[in-house]
């Protein structure tokens, strides 16, 4: 029996290769508190240059990044207009709520894909006892429906709209190196529709630790105030950024494996009759599993498929998640395949 752990639940878990490492290791240090760091610094100048803003941020994580950019967006008891599946309302701990005292409005999506006409009906009109409509958040790609690529055209209207109504627009573009790599739309293009944008080296690109926000000058510089104010200032942070550079460097073209082995995973999993893959939702390195067709929760097939050595994650009531990434090779995709195959046939 083979004991390695094959382990699909997300591409957080990838670590840090040797040469990472080794990057990590000659890092010239100083004390970023104080702007001192030359490693920040540096990724923080090809960061906005990559995406084409005035100013970067290094940021402990993604929910950090987004935070941030809620916070300098809004006034407390404005409303943000959300996807109803979006990482900000789904896994950000209601922070927006606690930390900058603004409610979500959760709107529906189609694969995780809001309308500028869904959008302009959801925006609230100016009344003294209604919240104020203020901000904007997109999520490309969209992780709950399966990692979906946003329609430039899509984002061109909703910014159209955006300008018209005096709203700001903030992308949580945690895999959007996965958009561009899928698409070939320089992440210069996203960009430019977005006041703000938050991007992650600890996902596909295999750093350990860190995000980044970007916009303008000024914007960044009330999020460094911000960034200290919720805890995240950092003082010898040049080892954590060597690693989002080298990420940066290397590992982002090579997505482009990652997608293959979704798709390779897709279609072997499209041959179990109980197993449900919508094939145009895998986009990407993310692959949802519809498993209804078995009459039995994800929970406790995820605990038959963790006694085989395979990790995914739960999704839904009957849906699993599985997610792609450096740390897994093709061979051990098609081991999950089996693996899933087997266990559905015991």
């Given at each position: 029996?083979?004991?390695?752990?094959?382990?699909?639940?997300?591409?957080?878990?990838?670590?840090?290769?040797?040469?990472?490492?080794?990057?990590?290791?000659?890092?010239?240090?100083?004390?970023?508190?104080?702007?001192?760091?030359?490693?920040?610094?540096?990724?923080?100048?090809?960061?906005?240059?990559?995406?084409?803003?005035?100013?970067?941020?290094?940021?402990?994580?993604?929910?950090?990044?987004?935070q941030l950019a809620i916070k300098c967006h809004t006034?407390?008891?404005?409303?943000?207009?959300?996807?109803?599946?979006?990482?900000?309302?789904?896994?950000?701990?209601?922070?927006?709520?606690?930390?900058?005292?603004?409610?979500?409005?959760?709107?529906?999506?189609?694969?995780?894909?809001?309308?500028?006409?869904?959008?302009?009906a959801a925006i609230r009109p100016p009344a003294y006892?209604?919240?104020?409509?203020?901000?904007?958040?997109?999520?490309?790609?969209?992780?709950?429906?399966?990692?979906?690529?946003?329609?430039?055209?899509?984002?061109?209207?909703?910014?159209?709209?955006?300008?018209?109504?005096?709203?700001?627009?903030?992308?949580?573009?945690?895999?959007?190196?996965?958009?561009?790599?899928?698409?070939?739309?320089?992440?210069?293009?996203?960009?430019?529709?977005?006041?703000?944008?938050?991007?992650?080296?600890?996902?596909?690109?295999?750093?350990?630790?860190?995000?980044?926000?970007?916009?303008?000058?000024?914007?960044?510089?009330?999020?460094?105030?911000?960034?200290?104010?919720?805890?995240?200032?950092?003082?010898?942070?040049?080892?954590?950024?060597?690693?989002?550079?080298?990420?940066?460097?290397?590992?982002?073209?090579?997505?482009?494996?990652?997608?293959?082995?979704?798709?390779?995973?897709?279609?072997?999993?499209?041959?179990?009759?109980?197993?449900?893959?919508?094939?145009?939702?895998?986009?990407?390195?993310?692959?949802?599993?519809?498993?209804?067709?078995?009459?039995?929760?994800?929970?406790?097939?995820?605990?038959?498929?963790?006694?085989?050595?395979?990790?995914?994650?739960?999704?839904?009531?009957?849906?699993?998640?599985?997610?792609?990434?450096?740390?897994?090779?093709?061979?051990?995709?098609?081991?999950?395949?089996?693996?899933?195959?087997?266990?559905?046939?015991?």
């Amino acid at each position: 029996m083979n004991n390695h752990i094959i382990d699909l639940r997300s591409d957080t878990v990838t670590r840090p290769s040797l040469a990472m490492r080794k990057a990590m290791m000659e890092a010239e240090v100083g004390d970023d508190v104080f702007g001192e760091d030359p490693t920040v610094n540096l990724l923080q100048r090809r960061v906005a240059e990559l995406l084409g803003k005035e100013d970067a941020l290094f940021t402990p994580s993604g929910v950090m990044a987004n935070q941030l950019a809620i916070k300098c967006h809004t006034q407390p008891g404005d409303e943000v207009l959300v996807e109803q599946d979006s990482h900000i309302f789904s896994y950000e701990t209601s922070a927006p709520s606690v930390l900058s005292g603004v409610q979500l409005s959760t709107l529906p999506g189609t694969n995780g894909i809001l309308t500028a006409a869904q959008i302009e009906a959801a925006i609230r009109p100016p009344a003294y006892f209604m919240p104020r409509s203020s901000l904007i958040c997109l999520e490309n790609t969209h992780n709950r429906a399966g990692g979906t690529i946003y329609p430039l055209e899509e984002i061109r209207e909703i910014h159209r709209l955006a300008q018209r109504r005096s709203l700001a627009m903030h992308l949580d573009g945690a895999r959007l190196w996965n958009a561009w790599v899928a698409t070939g739309i320089h992440p210069k293009e996203y960009a430019a529709l977005f006041d703000t944008v938050s991007v992650c080296f600890s996902k596909g690109l295999g750093a350990p630790v860190g995000s980044a926000i970007v916009g303008t000058r000024e914007v960044m510089s009330r999020a460094r105030k911000f960034r200290k104010i919720f805890g995240g200032g950092m003082r010898q942070a040049g080892i954590l950024a060597a690693a989002a550079l080298f990420a940066i460097d290397h590992n982002i073209d090579r997505l482009k494996e990652d997608h293959a082995k979704a798709s390779t995973l897709a279609e072997g999993l499209a041959e179990i009759p109980t197993a449900k893959i919508d094939r145009k939702r895998v986009q990407t390195n993310i692959v949802m599993i519809d498993m209804s067709g078995t009459r039995q929760p994800a929970s406790a097939l995820l605990g038959r498929l963790q006694t085989q050595r395979l990790l995914l994650t739960e999704a839904g009531p009957t849906v699993l998640r599985a997610v792609t990434h450096m740390d897994v090779s093709m061979d051990e995709i098609v081991r999950a395949v089996n693996i899933i195959k087997s266990v559905l046939s015991s």
